[in-house]
T-cell receptor, first 113, second 114 residues
């Protein structure tokens, strides 16, 4: 298995632009998680899905953030409009069940200038 | 609610030194416990886990024992290498809460110098 695949690996964009991050989970995993990592706040859970349905989006910082999972093999995290404080590394992770731990992708490093 | 507390870093050790990274937890139920490692520029990787009291998880020379009486899951390694330099995260999954997300500690950065 190729693991959890995220794209792009790096994204540099100007303030106000729309940014879309992509994730392909491991086949057969029922859970998908989006995290954000910064030096100041550490690892933050933004949203998670179970069987493609959003379960908890209370970690999404603002309405500028949205996430979708149209099918079991693909999810997107969109920021519109982007702001410099959104600069961070965004991770996607998937899991068969939470009890077995997660498999993380390599992350997308987002820089908003 | 459930929580995980790790020792503050950074931790700097010489090669072949003994490593301990402390982790304690608070949970309402009977959690599974995990250690994840994040190497520079990469995502988190599962290092080891333990699912019940007195279980010992081990991998790559690292060990951690699930201690219910002290609510702890300290990570240890007898002889660290430069390649162990990374950030280590302790985490728990509370089975009584169903399949809710893992609760992570803040991470401990380890630097091993030759």
């Amino acid at each position: 298995d190729a693991g959890v695949i995220q794209s792009p690996r790096h994204e540099v964009t100007e303030m106000g632009q729309e940014v879309t991050l992509r994730c392909k989970p491991i086949s057969g995993h029922d859970y998908l998680f989006w995290y954000r990592q910064t030096m100041m706040r550490g690892l933050e859970l933004l949203i998670y899905f179970n069987n493609n349905v959003p379960i908890d989006d209370s970690g999404m910082p603002e309405d500028r953030f949205s996430a979708k999972m149209p099918n079991a093999s693909f999810s997107t995290l969109k920021i519109q409009p982007s702001e410099p404080r959104d600069s961070a590394v965004y991770f996607c992770a998937s899991s068969l069940t939470g009890l077995n731990g997660y498999t993380f992708g390599s992350g997308t490093r987002l820089t908003v200038v | 609610g459930d929580s995980v507390t790790q020792m503050e870093g950074p931790v700097t050790l010489s090669e072949e030194a003994f490593l301990t990274i402390n982790c304690t937890y608070t949970a309402t139920g009977y959690p599974s416990l995990f250690w994840y490692v994040q190497y520079p520029g990469e995502g988190l990787q599962l290092l080891l886990k333990a699912t019940k009291a007195d279980d010992k998880g081990s991998n790559k020379g690292f060990e951690a024992t699930y201690r219910k009486e002290t609510t702890s899951f300290h990570l240890e390694k007898g002889s660290v290498q430069v390649s162990d330099s990374a950030v280590y995260f302790c985490a728990l999954s509370d089975r009584n809460s169903g399949n809710t997300p893992l609760v992570f500690g803040k991470g401990t950065r380890l630097s091993v110098i030759a």
